[in-house]
């Protein structure tokens, strides 16, 4: 009985830890994006900006919400962003840990063309 409990203890600690991985990516060749995913929770954009003082601001840009992860990747879409006509997202923003860069994905909104994707740009990202 003792052992039963402290597997169940245990399964629940590591589910938790599961729920409460996070990816941040950071765009390194100029582009100013920053993604920041939640493992099955939200995730958030973030834009660098210059200010007319030449001082730079990192500001808060969408709120995503995580369409996919695989261990290698993670992608998210806008919240209340564009559908398609099956409820798919138009767009979603991923991030790839192994090819290091921050990459879009789209799909046509009539879903007459097939998913199309590319890099946005070179990243580190690092899982926490």
Not at 2 to 16: E, H, N, Q, V, Y
Not at 87 to 102: E, G, M, R, S
Request: glycine share 8%.
């Amino acid at each position: 009985m003792k052992s039963r409990w402290l597997l169940a203890l245990s399964l629940m600690f590591i589910s938790g830890a599961a729920a409460a991985q996070q990816w941040e990516a950071k765009c390194t060749d100029g582009k100013n994006l920053h993604y920041l995913q939640n493992i099955n929770g939200d995730g958030y954009l973030y834009l660098t900006v210059e200010l007319p003082d030449k001082t730079k601001r990192v500001f808060p840009y969408a709120r995503i919400k995580q369409t996919m992860f695989n261990g290698q990747a993670v992608c998210g879409q806008i919240f209340n962003g564009l559908q398609t006509r099956t409820n798919q997202p138009v767009t979603q923003f991923c991030a790839n840990k192994q090819l290091k860069i921050i990459y879009l994905k789209y799909q046509d909104p009539m879903e007459s063309q097939p998913m199309q994707g590319g890099k946005f740009c070179d990243a580190t990202v690092i899982e926490r």
